[in-house]
């Protein structure tokens, strides 16, 4: 059987189709009445399965064009349709010529056995009078489709009316979910930045304080390292020193006597004197009479240059203290400076302006470490030969410290950023970014100082730490310095 199915909805179409090929029907395909009607002209099918509301052309007007059709006319057509499914189309649609009017949705199974059914008792029908009886009556059925469509158009504009409104109160509630949905995201967003500038900044705590402590530890190990040292070259560094005083005593004591011993052989045989003379020339000594002096001098020198680094080293080992004291600020330069002076000696010439300075209240080794750290910078910013000028000076109720130095400089770009944790202008390995990080908390957090710094590329740093007197504002001692 061949089976034309007429369907502006393209699934209801392709369900339909699906539908007779299970059935072995050979089917064609039509997607509205203009289509429908070509398409019977061509294939001249053994029945035409319709829906009525269609576009260009619909059902309605494809079956009366069918039944004035002579070749087409006698072509069995039945209405497939949920839209015109009141008595009145029924009765409008048989009046046209329809075999029947089913209204969908139905079963494929339960669909097959009603066009059969249809297409059988089409076959027993005496349809021919039908037809004229629709030709005479055809203005008749014209005024009743008319009426039907119009009053189906009526109820579509009707639901589509209630549609609309539909939708716009759905678009409402969507409009205004959404506002309410963008709030709440931006609160959310608002609240995940709060907890992430917060657990950023917890972050940045902990990793803070982490370097702290591991660098605090580092400096106790130095510090427990040095004092160790100190001790044990300080005993016979204290042999040495008195030794040498006993030596420089008995040289003057062998020197007078020697002196002595030349006046008694002068009043000697000549023969005495010249074997005397060159057992004195064979071993030198008359040189070796003016050196002694000389070399125990410079000894003596040495040694308590010895002695002074080991008290600079004792000194600088009390930095992982944690009690506060007065404290001389210069004496504590002088013991950072013999500590770092193998960093600086070979490209750095020190200068020293130290003031009359009070006793500051402070923690001194904390300071060393700061002053530690400043110096060994400017050192590494010294590219060949430079100068390092370390200023100290009184001011009221507080005390300035000033180290300037004749190296690269600091970029502007990093001069706001050289305080911060693990900031670093060196290259990879050659600095942790610790050193000024922890020099800023010691100076404003554990003394209520301030440090500051000027830079000009090319010209050199000075670092400038202000420091409270504090209490105990004790007159310090002048500290002699070293060159």
Known sequence: ?????????????????????????????????????????????????????????????????????????????????????GDKEAELALSLGAEASVIKPVEPAELWEKICAIRETY???????????????NEQYLREYSRIVAAKLEEKVRELEDEIEERKEIQDELEQLNETLEQRVQERIAELNERNAEIQLAYDNLKKVQAQLLQQDKMASIGQLAAGVAHEINNPMGFIISNLSSLGKYVEKVTAYLD????????????????????????????????????????????????????????FSRMDRTEFANANINEGLESTLSIAWNELKYNATVIREFGQLPLVWCNQGQLNQVFLNILLNAAHAIKEQGTIRIKTRAKEESVTIAISDTGSGIAPEHINRIFDPFFTTKDVGKGTGLGLAIAYDIITNKHGGTIEVQSEPGKGSTFVITLPVGRGNTQAPTVLTRN
């Open 1 to 85: 059987m061949n089976v034309l199915i007429v369907e502006d909805n393209v699934s209801a179409r392709k369900l339909l189709r699906l539908t007779f090929e299970h059935y072995g029907c050979t089917v064609f395909e039509a997607q509205d009445g203009q289509d429908g009607l070509e398409q019977a002209a061509r294939h001249k099918p053994d029945i035409i399965i319709s829906d009525a509301l269609m576009p260009r052309m619909d059902g309605f007007q494809l079956l009366m064009a069918l039944k004035t059709d002579p070749v087409l006319k006698s072509i069995p057509f039945i209405f497939y349709s949920s839209a015109y499914t």
């Open 123 to 137: 076959k027993a029908r005496q349809s021919k009078s039908a037809h004229a009886a629709a030709d005479e009556s």
């Open 260 to 315: 002595a011993d030349e006046k008694i052989l002068a009043g000697c045989a000549l023969e005495i004197q010249e074997m005397a003379l060159k057992e004195r020339q064979k071993y030198k000594i008359e040189h070796i009479c003016k050196d002694m002096p000389m070399l125990i001098s410079e000894s003596a020198d040495g040694a308590q240059r010895v002695r002074q680094i080991v008290q600079d080293l004792k000194s």
